[in-house]
């Protein structure tokens, strides 16, 4: 089979673009089309680009996707999305698409900015993917006029039927949040749907423990086993990539001048390749990997990380406003009114409410609410892994939400959760950007399963917690979110609560 091609991944949920390429190529996933928030976010253009370029060197062919909009509301916005930083990543050779377009409201209404970067794709030849959970036919219809090819967010058939009539090339999506792929199949066959030349698969940058069965050879043995015809199967992570981003003349397909990407299958009902050939060496022979390869240089990269150079306040720790957040699911944040006293020193655990803090990553401001439906009995917790590299308090009590914030400056960036039960803490350093761990794939697997187990003990109730506290800023997600700006309202537009200067 020619190797698997994963279009749509986020390669910074605490394993590095790297690591992640290495572990799915084992699997037989040797295409990876990457996002590039977090080096938008992170490094200068300079230096991003080159990151792509040294990235793209090792056996995994990788390309990138490049936003126009930051996915929040962030004072940097007009720094980050210049016409001369876009203009590069748009025409850069390793960059294949535009989005995913969280900011499609903005297009929609008018903003003639984002309606050049998406005219600019076009010229290019390079498609523009959308973000549209919930799109009616109405706005699927105004977008494909405005210029978006794809969109990721069906969550049901009737969902995909949408999409498809639209003229969208469709993704089917299995990832840690939305788990949907067997019951997607099973409503497209009832509806009647044989083709599937239109339809793609991903991941969506799951957590890590999502991977440990495989990447895209999990989502083609799901498919497979909900009785799809195998050659339609392995079109979907293949040639029907290749086509749609108009790469077919060098991945998709075992043919003359492609890169020898090749999977070697027991049987075509067990997607796990038992050979893999990536860029015409061997990886893994016979189930046994044999050739491992060599390790990235962070050192240009990490070393342009800014430390934490300033101490918490006692005014940091002022929880006053009468608003506070509900995490009333994985990611949905709805406003609430507080109805606690926060000026205590700790919380009880009799309630689900946590003093949160967000705090700029350079200390020039603050915001300070409750947070509700996050944990019972976690203590403290500081952590810079967040769209905006941001850093987020959140706890029962104020000295262990204190003394996490001091390991999370001594380490310069990380998860770190403290509390008096030595069962209930965690430090995980994030050296790459306060996002990534610098261990490979398996050993990220590891202690993302003890920091979930870690927040299970605290009574976090959700599924996927590290989603929770990276999309806290995340304003293509209802209903409020904590922005650099303040507290946002999603559907308004406005913000209810602005940030306090430090």
Known sequence: MPGYIEHHAHPFMLYHPRAFADYALNRGTSTIINDNLILLMHLEKKKALSFITEMGKGPSSLYWSSRVDAQTETNRENRLFTPQNLEDWINHPLVLQGGELSGWPRVI??????????????????????????????????????????????????????????????TLRHSSLRPDLPRLIKELEEAGIEDYSRFLLTTDGSSPTFYEPGVMDELLRIVLEEGVDPLSAYEMVSYNVARHYGIEDMHGMIAPGRVAHLNFLMDIQDPTPISVLAKGEWIVQEGRVVNEPEPFDWGAYASTQQGIDWDLQEEDMHFSMPMGIHLVNNVLLKPYHIDIDGTKEALSYDHDQCYFAMIDREGKWRMNTILKGFATQLDGLATTFSVTGDIVLIGKKKSAMKAAFAKLKANGGGIFIENEDENRRLELPLPYFGMMSDLEMEGVIDRHAAFVDVLKKSGYPHEDPLYSIFFFSSTHLPYVRTTAKGIYDVHKKSILFPTIMR
Do not use: F
């Open 109 to 170: 209404a008018g903003d003639d900015t984002m309606l050049h970067w998406i005219e600019q794709m076009k010229k290019g030849n390079k498609p523009m993917e959308g973000h549209l959970p919930g799109a009616s036919e109405k706005t699927l219809s105004q977008l494909a006029l405005l210029g978006v090819m794809s969109d990721h967010e069906a969550i049901t058939g009737e969902e995909i039927l949408r999409r498809l009539d639209a003229g969208y090339t469709t």
